[in-house]
């Protein structure tokens, strides 16, 4: 008999568990206000479909067809996003796992899938690291360091970046006089490896890879002040 039930208080518990699992809460966490808050105004949420939260398997906000207006330092880009799911240990309020589906990137005319970032909060900033993800047909690896709203420093893995298609995104950050006068009329790839802090590039290694199966190699250090 006793057997009997605890199949039926297992069952019980699983069937609660399948049903809070399921459960899509609407809720209003995620404003533009507190957007603008944590960024300093360097991130806007434009718009948003729906927002809602999920208990299960992780405590998680997802945002879906957000709109963002990013403006960093140079950087000026409208991030068009299918979807953006936010989660954090119940225990643990200064770690966040945010994913994102695929979005595009409009001044770039480029999209990227598959991005994770993992956001760590310090006491006068926070680091903000990537997986490697898919920009086009690009691998992409980034890692952020911000202090007191500042960037202090990124590092950055990159694969064949197609330099022609993202020429226009990568000026609004990087001075590119040192690639001014690459045949921007074919297609010239960029493999690279390295470091930005206090002004300055410091390229482990890079290459650039034109279409006459030829390659400019290349390390050391690119002042951008």
């Not at 690639?179 to 074919?186: A, E, P, V």
């Amino acid at each position: 008999m006793k057997k009997k039930y605890y199949i039926i208080i297992i069952l019980f518990i699983l069937g609660a568990l399948i049903v809070l699992a399921n459960i899509r809460l609407p809720v209003s966490f995620i404003t533009k206000e507190k957007i603008n808050e944590i960024s300093n105004n360097q991130i806007n949420l434009i718009s948003f479909d729906k927002q809602y939260f999920k208990l299960l398997p992780a405590p998680y906000i997802i945002l879906t067809d957000p709109i963002l207006d990013i403006n960093i330092k140079n950087l000026t880009a409208r991030l068009n996003i299918d979807k953006i799911e936010i989660n954090r240990s119940l225990l643990d309020q200064e770690n966040y796992a945010i994913l994102i589906g695929e979005g595009f990137i409009d001044s770039a005319n480029t999209n990227f899938k598959n991005l994770a970032l993992n956001l760590s909060l310090k006491e006068n900033g926070f680091d903000l690291s990537t997986n490697k993800f898919k920009l086009d047909q690009s691998d992409i690896q980034l890692d952020f360091l911000i202090e007191k709203n500042k960037l202090k420093s990124f590092s950055f893995d990159i694969k064949k970046l197609n330099f022609k298609k993202n020429y226009q995104f990568l000026s609004e950050i990087l001075d590119l006089k040192y690639f001014k006068n690459l045949d921007l009329s074919s297609e010239t790839y960029i493999n690279a490896q390295g470091i930005y802090e206090d002004g300055q590039i410091i390229f482990n290694k890079a290459e650039v890879k034109l279409s006459n199966n030829s390659s400019i190699l290349f390390e050391g250090i690119v002042n951008l002040n």
